[in-house]
């Protein structure tokens, strides 16, 4: 219990932290509704004369990318990698090496409390936006979708976080680490589904992302709470999703053992 409260505590804290911000969430969550307003026109024209692209309607389509929206505020990791390699640089990661907090445990934590903010905040122009779009929102209702999809959620943003951890301990190593997160963000972007849904890709190209951790990030979620994936796609991938969450764990605490020799603690 003490455990507990103590990032109980950093949750709080990174809360209201990000309701001060609250106003830049709500910015980047309004200017994302202009993105999904060119994601309408681009896949209106695609859909033309045509009911159906790959088996999906245009329907199905838009609801993909308006959930994808969704889950990139609800559990994308937008600067925990700079934050942390601040920390780092600055020597504000000291005061952490002195005292019994673990820094994975508290700086996911403090994800978790942006991640809320900026969850609910993309609700609102969603909301207001809903008698525009709300005849192209088709969701199954399965109910094991729900089962499978929120355990996929939850993993999907440790892997998010993960790796946005791992570059930013990178900074132990390399003082800039900028080109590493935009080449990550591109890979991210292109392999997670965020700019054509991978199941539209061609069929050697959607196999190999199956077995990458960015597949696991945004598009698994998504594709289970949409009905992209069947139940017993959901499951294999469930397994191979928890495989990555184990491995992207092991990474980052073999790269902080091995960075925090390399630490000279100056500052903080």
């Known amino acids: ?26 910015i980047r969550a309004i200017f994302s509704l202009f993105h999904l307003a060119f994601v309408f026109i681009l896949w209106g024209a695609a859909y033309q004369g045509k009911t159906e692209i790959g088996g999906f309607d245009l329907s199905q389509t838009l609801t993909y990318f308006i959930v994808i929206l969704m889950m990139q505020f609800f559990i994308g990791a937008f600067n925990e990698d700079y934050q942390i390699s601040e920390d ?50 088709v969701i199954p209702d399965e109910l094991w979708r729900l089962t499978l999809g929120l355990p996929a959620m939850i993993m999907a943003a440790l892997i998010q976080f993960t790796i946005a951890y791992i570059f930013g ?40 992302s199956q077995w990458l951790p960015y ?11 949409t ?18 969450v184990v491995a992207l764990l092991g990474l980052a605490q073999l790269l902080w053992v091995r960075g925090l020799r390399r630490h000279t603690a100056v500052g903080g």
């Open 88 to 137: 780092i640089r600055n020597g504000l990661i000291n005061q952490f090496l002195l005292k019994p907090i673990n820094y994975y445990v508290y700086r996911f934590s403090v994800f978790l409390a942006a991640r809320l903010v900026s969850g609910l905040l993309v609700l609102v122009p969603l909301f207001i936006a809903l008698p525009l779009i709300k005849d192209h929102i």
């Open 215 to 225: 597949y696991y990030q945004m598009y698994f979620p998504t594709a289970i709470f």
């Open 227 to 244: 009905g992209r994936l069947d139940e017993a796609s959901a499951l294999s991938g469930l397994g191979i999703q928890a495989f990555w």
């Open 1 to 26: 219990m003490r455990t507990f409260a103590k990032y109980r505590h950093a949750f709080l804290v990174g809360l209201q932290s990000n309701i001060v911000y609250r106003w830049n969430f709500g």
């Open 169 to 208: 301990l990178l900074t132990f190593w390399f003082l800039e680490i900028q080109s590493f997160i935009i080449l990550s963000l591109a890979i991210e972007t292109m392999l997670g589904g965020q700019i054509f849904p991978l199941d539209l890709m061609p069929a050697w190209f959607f196999r190999i």
